[in-house]
């Protein structure tokens, strides 16, 4: 096949995203244990880990953009270097509010906590690593079906969002946990919905570079699609 | 996985699409939600060599001031198609076309249409430029005054010659031979030799391929200059030319050796380089073509 050379770069760099991803993903796996354990000092380990996925990031773009003034991709392989750039994006900013629910956790360390509030953050942890994780793997494989159930997905953390958030705003009057700590909750409430958004919008996407729609579109086709069916 | 797994991906997602990619006998209709006014009309166009079928089953609407380019591998017809848009086809000894190939309401091969007419109305400008034996001036003057123009000569050869963004570099030495210029100059004042005609479509079968990157940046220059008073329909084998300049696309492909040319997918540019129906298309345009 001719322009192997190219080929070749594009797979270098679909690469390279692939294991910044896993990067990020292992970050998650770190902070959910953390969460899940108690575990400040994992926590703190986690610390200043932005910084790299930042760097990393930009050199991603740097190289995209090159293969870009170069080659003068169109289609498919356009497509490819657009969805590259956008995924490492999500992965970049995944990586950050990770690191930042890190150091809420590392900074509350021992502080006391509402314990009811704390499972809900545990399963929307839980639920926002799964909802990445997945929208990598859909990245991965093309596999584009599975990003329409992904939005589903979604609306699970939305639903710990507003749960988590109504136990912020009424404490119970005891076991209400410590202020420190409160304040802290609230922000990784918005961090994880955050996370799982950026999942989401992966798998989303991926959607664009295979089909060349945007997912809103793609899906509304294929519900149409369906309907025109049950028609005849 | 492979691309052929994703393109199956694909078409799974998108229903629409695939009907469009499987059926397409209507390859040349314009795409829906389009409301530009017609230039020509192109159905069922078939193009031979003797017993030998080049072109097969054409229908393109071709937009009216819009630039519309032809691409696609070499050997597949486009030249071939590009000349029956004029009946310059038939010259040939040996070669005709079927079909029907419509220019405002009239069917330029229906018996009675004068071929000299219609090439009046229909101009071509040509891989290598040809300018005649004469000076800058004649070259642009001459065509329009044997086809009886009978205006002011010297208006019309400057504003010609401005079309074809020659004027500047000219201006002063019109009394000049054209032979006396470089190769890209000479092919612009060949398409200020077709414009001063005043047709209403100019074809064009890669007109830069024989020039340098600067004369190839002029030309291209002139084509949004053109397409507000003309039609333009170009062969180009620089694809990103034909991203840079055109408002649609055709890419014309060849299932088999010896099979003839056929018009595999129309649509508007964006969507031939940013996302094409069918594979082929998409092979082509991204050079993982052969
Ligand atoms: N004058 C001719 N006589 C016979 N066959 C021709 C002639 N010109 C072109 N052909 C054949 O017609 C087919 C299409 O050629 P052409 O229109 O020049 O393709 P393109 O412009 O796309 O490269 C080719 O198989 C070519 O060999
Ligand atoms: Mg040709």
């Not at chain 1, 979604?154 to 946990?177: C, F, Q, R, T």
């Not at chain 1, 922000?187 to 996370?195: A, Q, T």
Request: glycine share 8%; net charge negative; with cysteine.
């Amino acid at each position: 096949m001719p322009r192997e050379s190219f080929q070749q770069e594009l797979d270098n760099l679909t690469g390279d995203v692939l294991n910044l991803g896993r990067e990020v993903g292992a970050s998650l796996e770190n902070m959910v244990r953390a969460m899940e354990t108690g575990d400040e000092e994992l926590a703190a380990r986690e610390l200043g880990v932005d910084v790299r996925y930042k760097a990393r990031g930009a050199e991603l773009d740097r190289d995209s953009m090159i293969l870009q003034a170069r080659q003068a991709p169109v289609a498919r392989d356009l497509r490819l270097l657009y969805t590259v750039q956008s995924v490492t994006n999500h992965l970049v900013r995944t990586g950050a509010l990770s690191e930042h629910i890190c150091h809420a956790l590392a900074e509350t360390a021992g502080a006391e906590r509402d314990e009811d509030l704390e499972a809900s953050l545990v399963e929307m942890a839980r639920t926002a690593r799964n909802i990445f994780n997945e929208g990598l793997d859909i990245f991965e494989h093309r596999d584009i079906d599975r990003a329409r159930d992904l939005q589903a997905k979604d609306d699970k953390v939305d639903l710990l969002y507003s749960e988590a958030m109504n136990l912020i705003a009424n404490p119970s009057d005891s076991g209400a946990g410590a202020p420190e700590w409160r304040m802290r909750a609230a922000l990784m409430v918005h961090y994880l919905e955050r996370i799982a958004d950026h999942g989401v919008d992966i798998g989303g996407s991926t959607v664009f570079l295979v089909t060349g729609q945007r997912i809103e579109d793609a899906m509304r086709q294929y519900l149409e699609r369906d309907i025109n069916r049950d028609g005849e | 996985m492979t691309q052929s797994e994703r393109t199956r991906e694909e078409q799974r997602l998108t229903g629409v699409s695939r009907d469009r990619r499987e059926g397409r006998r209507d390859a040349g209709r314009p795409p829906a939600g389009d409301n530009g006014t017609l230039g020509m009309k192109i159905q069922d166009l078939s193009a031979f060599y003797g017993g030998f079928k080049a072109v097969t089953d054409v229908s393109m609407d071709i937009r009216a001031n819009k630039v519309t380019a032809l691409i696609g591998p070499s050997g597949c017809g486009k030249s071939t198609y590009i000349r029956c848009l004029n009946r310059m086809h038939e010259v040939i000894p040996g070669a005709r076309a079927e079909g029907s190939v419509t220019l405002g309401d009239q069917d330029i091969y229906a018996k009675g249409s004068d071929p000299v007419v219609i090439r009046r109305r229909v101009g071509m400008v040509f891989q290598k430029p040809n300018p005649f034996s004469k000076s800058i001036y004649e070259n642009v003057a001459w065509g329009a005054r044997i086809n009886g123009f009978r205006g002011d000569v010297d208006e019309l050869v400057e504003r010609s010659l401005r079309q074809a963004a020659l004027w500047d570099e000219v201006k002063d030495r019109l009394k000049e031979s054209g032979y006396g210029l470089s190769g890209g100059q000479q092919q612009r004042l060949c398409i200020a030799r077709t414009l001063a005609v005043e047709p209403e479509v100019i074809l064009m079968d890669e007109p830069a391929s024989a020039l340098d990157p600067v004369s190839t940046q002029k030309i291209e220059d002139t084509m949004a200059e053109l397409k507000k008073s003309y039609t333009v329909v170009i062969v180009t084998h620089n694809m990103q030319q034909a991203a840079r300049i055109s408002d649609y696309t055709g890419f014309f492909y060849i299932v088999n050796m010896g099979d003839p040319g056929r018009l595999w997918e129309f649509d508007e540019t964006e969507k031939i380089f940013s996302n094409p129906e069918r594979k082929e298309t998409e092979d082509y345009v991204t050079g993982r073509f052969g």
